[in-house]
């Protein structure tokens, strides 16, 4: 069996290995006050092309998200979101867990606009009861959002503006967000995303390292006891160094980039040996998530080899199915599908 | 300027302030715990045909549809509920405050019917990782539904049999309830709701009282430590006689349903007048409410004399207004509104 | 039997019910927009000294201390109160449902001093591992206290001054406060506690009113969106009238200092013939309730005749009791209680 | 710098790394559902002597606390705790953030007895207003307790005993049970902890994994849809195998219980000689962390040297420091130290 069916199948990068036991018998300070947690933040600041944003590592994506969305919100407020968004449908409703609504919206590709921002926005101060209802008090995007697309570079200038005259904090689930950098037609890059967005964070789970995420805080106003959340939320890991270590690994000399590259590049094989055979897609994805639509008969065929995802149903006979690429995808094993994919 | 804007414009029924004047001077205990509280509960128990049900009075609505669901769910279960479901969109997210998400399905006319239910169900228990979503808990339903509409026998009992069948609390928001049983068509008795349903209210506030909900709980399980549930979410009223008062006011001897029923007559005439003048409704409602369909310049016309609530916009020229009638409401004040609307 | 057990054992006082009465078929807005909650707004203002207060009117105390402190607090923070404190104690965890924690401190005749809160503060940032404790975020007080006694102007004073130093508001609950300032030795006015106090209350339910609570938010960064949690957390009255017309009525002609003073002139003769009698007490209360340490067999025989609570065991043979006065007290009910005091 | 603050200031034991290393290319299942965990699950039962127990791998002790605690129970009940509990004291309110009071009882040396947990349950019981208050629904113990101490088996039964008469569920925190089993004199198995606690967690953490904690629930009612609250609080780790991984190194051969025995015997030489010396301890801890009393001079010198931590301050020239042990500590090492002590 070769499997596609998420990025997370495997361990991390060996380097990330090699660096934990080298490092194993050292002594350190915890909850992320060591040095390595202290170097990966300088190279994060680095990235960002922002010496002033905060820099903090939690364990897990749900974990990440909730804790930042809890932090940000006050009570009475909730979060815009797509309805396709992580938060609104597979995290087990982590974020009302801390109080607060999703305000879930229609999104085409998982992608909300600056107008569906406005509009909300709107919406709610025109109403004549506007306490009777949730106050939207931040905006969540994914990028790559879960349907694998990006956002541009116009697109995002354009929410963080709308974001910005109307109060509302912009916050990036990154959880994938090297695959976007590396996705093909992408011109968003890191200090981009730092200027556009309020908070965002780097993913480290499904981009290679064994678990970790990166957040970046860019808004002075966000920035202010996060401690005490990562804490309080189960997120602050005692041997801290381990996060530290990874995303040392990851960003010092472009690891992180380029294991995404890569990644991306197995999946457009994937993508153009379906798109050669006159397959369509659930949604146009240029990162490492592929969703071609096939009849359940050429699913159950290539199901006896490979092992993906199940996506959605599109009908009685056909349904969008999920091929994922990470690092530690073998481009023979690639070469091997898309052979069988030409034959379906 | 004559107010139909809404069931909640004056004070209580008159009966209720003499009620309160003649007992002002008598020592209680205080709570609920006072005789008040206790015969009116005597009362609720006649009318639902069951000796055994539990009855709680709280102050007002919102606080009583978070305290119900609080006591209901576990804190990785979500409450479904219509999209246009009340705790979905003007209780400012109080259902989210206590940590579960509103699970919101499409209805018509505000309606839930079993086969939604069912196919929500289903689809949660069938998803692989269901542990990654908001787990059905239970199922909130409104009647008279925010728009009027109220449940015919059978609807509700296929509700019921799909809630039971699948272990989901049906819980019923009787904000409106009076209305809903005086309806033209309405085939749904007291006792009917008290077997199909596992906990519901009986309004007040909207029905004759200065404030109060009457809870009634027949689901055994559901029934343990509900008054700690009303103190913490601020429901448990110091002078709680004051609910036991005007609940058995408005019991004793019918007077509940004999309000309910004058308010329904005053709304079908307002109804009829505008069916006979071919106006079309938003929704098909033989309660209390009716949203009729204007143009601007009938809305126009028609607030130069009369308040009424601008519900939603149809289109560029059109929008549904709210009429809502009442105990208080007099005839005199709907006969000169009826001929209003056929001068338009 | 005389009661004497609580201050919410009767109605209101008479002029409320016929204020009620008098206004009951008038149509106004909902939710406190309408002009008895503005002309009380009015009148709250005048007697704070402040016309930039913000006035809000809630249902009850545990309604309004949960609500003001989840409007104050950021998730990690918690509220310093004393031990005995109300929120500490009797209400059902409400303050913990909202995600804070009680920071609890022994506190003589339930008073907290500024030396305290000034430890506290200073405790926990001095701690390396801060971000692991909870954060004082704001001081809860009571005044009277539970056990009855004041704050003096100069202690109040100077639990402003560390409050204001170390950032954290200080919030008074004034359940009683009419009783407070009636109080023998009171030398604290409105416009202090206004100026002394970020946010405080004006018990209606025990000082005369059917239910009710008015809330001053003299603090400007607490301001904001104040009517969106007195929605979320159920305080928001459909018929906010009730609740103007009611503080209107206690405030017009000063009816709430005049009846708050008869009811501690009825608590002073109770103290004075326990004190001549040669009875202790468990705290030496100025106000309207009076906690005197009886024998069981004095307990025993004072129960036959009157009603009253057992506060708290003192030891096997011994124990303190409450005896309550309010607006309702009748002088001579009072004169029998003293004369049976004398003849223990 | 030698360094005793903590147990958790180096990465795992090597074997762990060694494992890490040799799985890393594999590709499984996420979320636990691996086979790496399944082992993992298998030698937890047969430790615990009890096939049917139910096991959940988490990464954090505050996470595994407030996931566990909101698992059971009801928004109105609180956990009793001891004062010194870690709950209490060092989570930064994470029980409270999930809307629970901690119920705090002094306990000597950090332990809870049975006649405490009695006396706390009757007390809410019999008082007239419980609904007032909050209810107890569970107790939390700590074995070793933060000070150390550890339970006798006839005390831990004897409050299992008292929890089962009172319906509360018994939850003991592990996150040092290794070295408390291996501590002198303790004489509790994992089947005696199995049978008498309803839900207790081996702690990884502190005892030679990188991360992770193993639950195990033993009451049946506590089971059901735990891997929801698992996911909702940021537990649920995507490359669950890693944590699989770890506890199977650990239990497979015994190696849990070697490394604590090593790190016990290696505390036992720091205790014998600070004893020898005439130093009195906070508590008399027969486990990994010691609690020595010195003055300040004596901790001045020490520091040159070595890293301990600061516990609490006893008067003004003496305070109560901890030095830790752990798999990792070297005996030459702690030689050195008991020297530097004999020489003090």
Not at 132 to 159: C, D, F, W
Not at 171 to 179: I, K, P, Q, S
Not at 329 to 336: A, G, K, P, S
Request: include cysteine; hydrophobic fraction near 40%; proline fraction near 2%.
């Amino acid at each position: 069996m070769i499997r596609f069916e998420c990025d997370y199948a495997e361990g991390a990068h060996p380097r990330i290995l090699e660096r934990l036991a080298e490092t194993n018998r050292e002594q350190t300070k915890g909850y992320g006050e060591d040095e390595y947690c202290g170097n990966a933040r300088r190279l994060v600041r680095g990235l960002c092309g922002n010496e002033a944003v905060d820099v903090h590592f939690l364990v897990g994506g749900t974990q990440t998200n909730s804790t930042v969305i809890a932090s940000v919100l006050r009570p009475h407020q909730g979060v815009i979101a797509a309805t396709t968004g992580h938060i609104n449908v597979h995290e087990t409703g982590a974020v009302e867990a801390t109080g607060h609504k999703v305000l879930a919206l229609q999104a085409e590709d998982g992608k909300l606009t600056a107008a569906q921002v406005e509009r909300t926005f709107s919406e709610h101060w025109s109403d004549a009861n506007h306490e009777h209802i949730v106050q939207p008090g931040m905006v969540y995007i994914s990028n790559p959002t879960e349907g694998g697309t990006v956002y541009t570079k116009r697109e995002l200038q354009a929410l963080s503006d709308t974001c910005r005259k109307n109060g509302l904090p912009l916050f990036m689930d990154g959880a994938r967000l090297g695959y976007g950098l590396a996705a093909e037609g992408n011109d968003l890059t890191m200090p981009d995303i730092t200027k556009m967005c309020d908070v965002f964070y780097i993913g480290g789970t499904k981009v290679g390292a064994l678990f970790g995420e990166a957040v970046v805080i860019t808004n002075e106003n966000l920035k202010k006891d996060f401690r005490y959340f990562i804490k309080q939320r189960g997120g602050m890991l005692a041997k801290g160094r381990l996060l530290g270590l990874q995303f040392e690994t990851l960003f010092d000399g472009g690891l992180y980039f380029e294991i995404s590259r890569h990644a991306v590049q197995m999946a457009m094989m994937i993508r153009d040996a379906f798109t050669a055979k006159g397959f369509k897609f659930l949604c146009e994805s240029p990162t490492n998530q592929q969703f071609p639509i096939l009849t359940r008969e050429q699913i159950r065929i290539l199901s006896l080899k490979y092992a993906f995802e199940l996506w959605t149903n599109i009908n009685d006979h056909q349904a969008a199915v999920r091929f994922c690429t990470s690092w530690a995808t073998r481009e023979e094993d690639v070469r091997t599908l898309t052979k069988d994919i030409y034959s379906l």
